[in-house]
Each structure stands twice: as structure tokens, then as C-alpha cells.
């Protein structure tokens, strides 16, 4: 066991994304089934609450992989307190399709949840006219507010009307964001795209007031940022000058990151590097108004593949394998400065910096003071040096898991160590434990590290059947449900919570604390 400078406040947290909550029809919502976790989560003392991205999904279903920056997924809008307020009717939220009733599985059904969400769209704009004039107020006020809306509404009615294709092979005239050609059909479909703005806003409201409901209960939000976006998204659509696309679509230069131990061929991830110099001529603009969207919506935000405010690796459009591409510089320096000018001293932001991670990225990380991560399933080759192991992990600034949305379980991960590991990791306790992702979870919350973080599916012990994405496949990702928050899943929860105490954990002052810290 690795004993903790307990002098310094430290708190535990949970990974669970809100796709995999129970209760909303579909998957998990803004409305009674967050309300619910994040009262198990205060009841407990459990401090954070972490979660993937919030936008929509490709059609795989990932979250990083979106076609908006910006939006909110509409999986997530409570139709119960849509009807409560009076939007709907009880009777619309009767017939919308619901998972439970109508299949046997409880993994999330991404045809069903878009099924669902456009049949709530259609009811919200079908009884937007008998809504009040106050509430109409409202509305236009929001919507006016936000710089990114108009072009996401019409990328998805676009993106609709023709069968779901990429914005590139749309007719020329709407491929090209042609403005002309944009406000002449709009007019034509503006009740389709009043739809799309009423699930937004709608989804803004009820996530603002969940927002006041974690705060009131003393939890800390922490979202997740992509570092890249998707070719197909809207914001490639509308703003391609800042991004590596050819006027017709082609990507010029894409991203990933070379071959290493685990791929030869590297790996291509397809989105488009960033044209750097016009972001700098716009005083990066574009990233500036992302930045301050999400800290609008979180407390703290997890940059993934951080190493790229550093150096990037570009590769040419046409290629397929990451082989031949270069490490180019990125101006992340200059970017965080202005974002620090913009948003203050304490940039709540936490660098995902895991791979291979060179002494420039640490230093960017360390100048701004941005928690880094260590994963403790990575620990355990045999190598004592390992940054990984528990009594490596040196110092208060970094975020501690067993693993992360793209790992195995843990009880997932052991099952497929051989033996050599299997006793390696045996041999701390003398084989003394019942599972091991608790031995993990015990592992993790007596590090020195400021925050610790479980996927709730090592909390419950489960295998690779709850595991939640395979880095490099399409097929049966981002679909895990938790059925119901039962007694195991309380139970569990108050498991974690007194150890968490145990192990020095505060649950009190989160919030204070973090922001005096970053």
C-alpha cells in the first residue's frame, strides 16, 4: 500500500458517461436519471462526477467523433420533464420508443435513440405555438446568442435530406456553404430547422439546471474535450479555412501518430490537422469560443491527446496507413496563454498526456500547472521504474484511474494477463483479495495524487461485457447500460465512499479547493 501525504485535501470520483445511465427511455438524460447519480454520488461523498463528451455521435455512436462541436447529443433531453413543464404532452412522452419496452437487451440502441429524439423534436415544434410569449422570449434570446447554431441546424437537416452522406458529396450548392444558396432554402425549411434549435435549447436549459443541482450537492462536473474534430461535422462544413480540407472536401493533411510498439503501421485517425496560421491570424477565435462553451457547461474539462498543443504528427490526405507522415510544431503555447488572459490564472483543464510523451509536452503541461493522468492497469510489466506503478506515482498533480473508457475492465484486463502478471500483481498482498479491480480501486486512492478516478464498472466488478470502447473497432462501442441503480449498485457505491474517507478523500469543498489548486 502507498501511504498518502494526507496534509493536502484529496477526492475520489466516478467515470460513468451519461449514455450508460438508466431510466431515460433510451440511454441516460439531463433529467431524473443525472438527478438520481448525482444524489448517490453526494450521499456517499464521492466527490467528481466524470463523463465522455456531451455532443452528438457519429453514427458509430462515438462521442469523439461528432458532427458538432457545440450541440448537445439530443439523446440526452428528458422527455418526463419536458411534459411536466408543459412542452409536451404525457401522452407524446406515452408513445415516443422506449428501449426497455421494446427489447430484451440492455445495451443502448443508437437507431432507436435517434428514432426517439426526432420523434420529440417533431412534438416540441408541433406544440411551440401554444407555448407563452415569455417563453418565446426566451427562446430567441438564447438563440441569438449562440455563433455556432444556424450553421449546425442546417448541417443536419442537410445532412438529413440527403440520406445521411458527408457534407462533400451534398449537391455543390450546399457542399460549398454557399450563403446564398443557404438562405433561400432555409426559408424553405425553416419548421425542420426550428426543430433542431428547440432540442438544443431545450437540452441547455435542462443541463443548467442540473449544473445547480451537482453544485447544491457538492459535485464536481468534469467533461472531456477532443482534442480534433470530425472531416464531417459542422464545424469543418462552415469554418474549412481553419481546418487542412480541400475547398471539395478532400483532406490535405489528416491526423494521428506514428507507428510504435503496438502498430507498425501507426495509427490514422482520419480528422484533419488544424491550419495553425489561420487560427493565429483570427487570435484563435475559434478555439477561444470552444474553450469558454464548455466551461460554461463543467467545472473541469480533460483535453484529450494534449500532446498535440505541443507537436502534432501530419499526415498527406490520400495516404492510408500513418506511416509517412511529420511532426510539426503547434502554437499550443501561445493558444493557453490567451486562454489563460481570457479565463484567468486557473485554467481548469487536465492534460490527457499518456503514450509517449516527450520532455517539451511535460514542461508545456507543468508551465501551466495542468494535472496530468496515470493509469494503473499499465503498471505492471515487471519493470520497477514503471511511471504506472502506485509508488511511482510521485507528487499531488496528477489524476489517478484504474482505467479509462477506452480500457478493458479491470476484472476484463486481468482475465486476459498471463500468469506472470497475475502474480506479479498477486504478490503485494500475498494474493489476499477478492477482486481486482478493488485491489486496484485500494491501490489508487492511497496515492498522493489530488483525484482518483473508477470507471463504475470496476466499482461493480463487471467484466469485458460492460467494457465501454475498443480503440481501432466500430462494432459494439459506446452501447453499455446500466440497468438500474439496484442495491449491488448502492451497495458498491457506499463501498467506495467509505474507502474514499478511509484513504483521506474529502468530499467537502470540491469546488474551492480545485480552483485554488489549478
Not at 440497468?483 to 474514499?500: I, Q, R
Amino acid at each position: 500500500m502507498v501511504h498518502s501525504n494526507l496534509s493536502k485535501p484529496r477526492f475520489s470520483g466516478i467515470l460513468l458517461h451519461l449514455s450508460s445511465l438508466p431510466f431515460g427511455g433510451t440511454c441516460g438524460t439531463f433529467g431524473e436519471s443525472s438527478r438520481k447519480w448525482i444524489r448517490l454520488l453526494s450521499q456517499n461523498e464521492i466527490s467528481v462526477w466524470q463523463f465522455l463528451p456531451l455532443t452528438p455521435t457519429d453514427d458509430t455512436g462515438s462521442p469523439y467523433s461528432s458532427p458538432s462541436s457545440f450541440a448537445f447529443n439530443p439523446w440526452f433531453l428528458d422527455a418526463n420533464d419536458l411534459a411536466e413543464e408543459g412542452f409536451i404532452s404525457k401522452q407524446t412522452v406515452k408513445e415516443l420508443p422506449d428501449t426497455f419496452c421494446s427489447s430484451n437487451t440492455l445495451k443502448l440502441d443508437f437507431s432507436l435513440a435517434n428514432l426517439r429524439s426526432s420523434k420529440l423534436a417533431r412534438a416540441l415544434r408541433n406544440d411551440w405555438d401554444q407555448q407563452s410569449l415569455e417563453k418565446h422570449m426566451e427562446f430567441d434570446e438564447w438563440r441569438l446568442s449562440q455563433f455556432w447554431l444556424d450553421d449546425y441546424v442546417c448541417f443536419m437537416e442537410l445532412s438529413r435530406q440527403n440520406n445521411g452522406l458527408p457534407w462533400w458529396e451534398w449537391p455543390e450548392k450546399f457542399s460549398l456553404h454557399d450563403l446564398d444558396q443557404l438562405e433561400e432554402w432555409k426559408s424553405r425549411y425553416k419548421d425542420y430547422l426550428l426543430e433542431q434549435k428547440l432540442l438544443q435549447w431545450h437540452l441547455n436549459r435542462q443541463w443548467k439546471a442540473l449544473r445547480k443541482i451537482a453544485q447544491a450537492n457538492g459535485v464536481l462536473l468534469f467533461g472531456d474535450l477532443p482534442f480534433y474534430v470530425s472531416r464531417n461535422s459542422a464545424d469543418v462544413w462552415s469554418n474549412r479555412t481553419l481546418f487542412s480540407v480541400l475547398p471539395g472536401g478532400n483532406l490535405l493533411n489528416q491526423s494521428g501518430v506514428p507507428p510504435d510498439y503496438f502498430s507498425e503501421t501507426g495509427q490514422l485517425w482520419g480528422t484533419p490537422v488544424y491550419n495553425w496560421q489561420v487560427h493565429k491570424n483570427t487570435n484563435y477565435k475559434w478555439w477561444r469560443s470552444r474553450l469558454k462553451h464548455q466551461w460554461l457547461q463543467v467545472d473541469l474539462l480533460r483535453l484529450d491527446h494534449f500532446r498535440a498543443m505541443d507537436s502534432y504528427w501530419s499526415v498527406p490526405g490520400s495516404h492510408l496507413t500513418a506511416e509517412n507522415g511529420c511532426w510539426l510544431p503547434s502554437p499550443g503555447l501561445e493558444l493557453l496563454s490567451i486562454l489563460k488572459n481570457d479565463f484567468g490564472p486557473s485554467l481548469p483543464l487536465v492534460a490527457e498526456d499518456l503514450g509517449v510523451i516527450t520532455e517539451e509536452v511535460e514542461c508545456l503541461r507543468d508551465y501551466f500547472g495542468f494535472p496530468g493522468m496515470k493509469i494503473l492497469q499499465f503498471g505492471f510489466d515487471g519493470n520497477l521504474s514503471n511511471p504506472y506503478l502506485p509508488e511511482n506515482i510521485k507528487g499531488y498533480k496528477w489524476i489517478v484511474y484504474t482505467g479509462t473508457h477506452d480500457n478493458a475492465t479491470t476484472n476484463g484486463w486481468w482475465s486476459e494477463q498471463g500468469d506472470e502478471i497475475k502474480e506479479r500483481f498477486s504478490q503485494r498482498d500475498k494474493g489476499n483479495f477478492e477482486s481486482p479491480s478493488w485491489k486496484l480501486i485500494e491501490m489508487g486512492m492511497y496515492t498522493d495524487s489530488i483525484l482518483f478516478i473508477s470507471p463504475l464498472q470496476d466499482i461493480l466488478s463487471l467484466g469485458n461485457e460492460a467494457r465501454l470502447n475498443t480503440p481501432g473497432t466500430t462494432e459494439d462501442n459506446w452501447n453499455w447500460n446500466l440497468p438500474d441503480f439496484d442495491n449491488d449498485v448502492c451497495l458498491a457505491l457506499k463501498e467506495y465512499g467509505t474507502l474514499s474517507k478511509t484513504s483521506g478523500r474529502s468530499f467537502k469543498e470540491v469546488h474551492n479547493i480545485f480552483k485554488d489548486f489549478l
